[in-house]
């Protein structure tokens, strides 16, 4: 069987999807949250830097894009045809531009840009 393991903040975020997913096709994987606290020591050992990281049978796979759009046709969930897999992205990237000023607003190294992202989101 295949060994997923989905590593992420511990929080909803970017690893939300594929978390729900996970749940909506009843399949096991091994939930890694990382504390806050140690991601500056963690951060360096990734390959991009960033979460969410999906790891099947050992191999890593980056960006939260690239996992939901893995996982999404391998659990069913890409609609019935080509036209429904479409809306499917569409709404995919409407979630990602909303999602990324709230990412920047916690992660940004510069103050004046993340009090004025923190403003909005
Ligand atoms: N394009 C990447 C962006 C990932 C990203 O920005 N992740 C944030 C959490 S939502 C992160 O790991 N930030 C840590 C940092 O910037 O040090 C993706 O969609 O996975």
Same mark, same amino acid.
């Given at each position: 069987?295949?060994?997923?393991?989905?590593?992420?903040?511990?929080?909803? !975020? /970017?690893?939300?999807?594929? /978390?729900?997913?996970?749940?909506? *096709?009843?399949?096991?994987?091994?939930? #890694? /949250?990382?504390?806050? *606290?140690?991601? %500056?020591?963690? $951060?360096?050992?990734? +390959? #991009?830097?960033?979460?969410?990281?999906?790891?099947?049978?050992?191999?890593?796979? #980056?960006? +939260?894009?690239?996992?939901? /759009?893995?996982?999404? %046709?391998?659990? !069913?969930?890409? !609609?019935?045809?080509?036209? =429904?897999? *479409?809306?499917?992205?569409?709404?995919?990237?409407?979630?990602?531009?909303?999602?990324?000023?709230?990412? =920047? +607003?916690?992660?940004?190294?510069? $103050?004046?840009?993340?009090?004025?992202? *923190?403003?909005?989101?």
């Amino acid at each position: 069987m295949t060994q997923f393991k989905l590593t992420y903040f511990n929080g909803r !975020g /970017r690893r939300e999807t594929a /978390r729900v997913m996970f749940a909506a *096709a009843d399949v096991k994987y091994e939930d #890694h /949250r990382i504390e806050m *606290a140690d991601w %500056p020591q963690i $951060k360096p050992t990734t +390959s #991009h830097g960033y979460l969410p990281i999906l790891t099947v049978d050992g191999k890593c796979l #980056h960006q +939260s894009g690239a996992i939901n /759009r893995y996982l999404a %046709p391998k659990f !069913g969930f890409m !609609g019935s045809n080509d036209w =429904e897999a *479409a809306l499917i992205n569409e709404t995919a990237e409407i979630g990602d531009d909303l999602f990324r000023p709230m990412a =920047e +607003s916690v992660f940004s190294s510069n $103050k004046a840009r993340k009090l004025s992202l *923190a403003d909005i989101t």
